[in-house]
């Protein structure tokens, strides 16, 4: 499966963007899917993930509250609606396809798929 993050841009703290990554392939809606996001100088973190049907979710206790994980599966595609950003926020941000699609992970290494990346810029 091929992914294609896009929606990041430049804003201004307390804004809202909304990122959606588009996934080519048949069985996109079989997949788990999350967000990661990359700091310069920081490691991969975790952001969200959401289950094949996406009736389950799963937050980095960061984001809880503010960011919001969806999908439309007849769209193969993922959505993450974030509010409320923060300068630490900014990051170049990732979707990535787990085939374990009832399970909703946090770590990358349960990740088979990856796009490549749209950058968040949060200014204060």
């Known amino acids: 499966v091929q992914l294609q993050a896009s929606g990041g841009g430049l804003v201004q703290a307390g804004g809202s963007l909304r990122l959606s990554c588009a996934a080519s392939?048949?069985?996109?809606?079989?997949?788990?899917m999350g967000w990661f996001r990359q700091a310069p100088g920081k490691e991969r973190e975790f952001v969200a993930a959401i289950n094949w049907r996406g009736d389950r979710t799963y937050y980095a206790d960061s984001v809880k509250g503010r960011f919001t994980i969806s999908r439309d599966n007849a769209k193969n595609t993922v959505y993450l609606q974030m509010n409320s950003l923060k300068p630490e926020d900014t990051a170049v941000y990732y979707c990535a396809a787990d085939i374990r699609g009832t399970i909703v992970a946090g770590y990358s290494s349960a990740y088979e798929y990856w796009g490549q990346g749209t950058q968040v810029t949060v200014s204060s």
């Open positions: 392939g048949r069985t996109f809606s079989s997949y788990a």
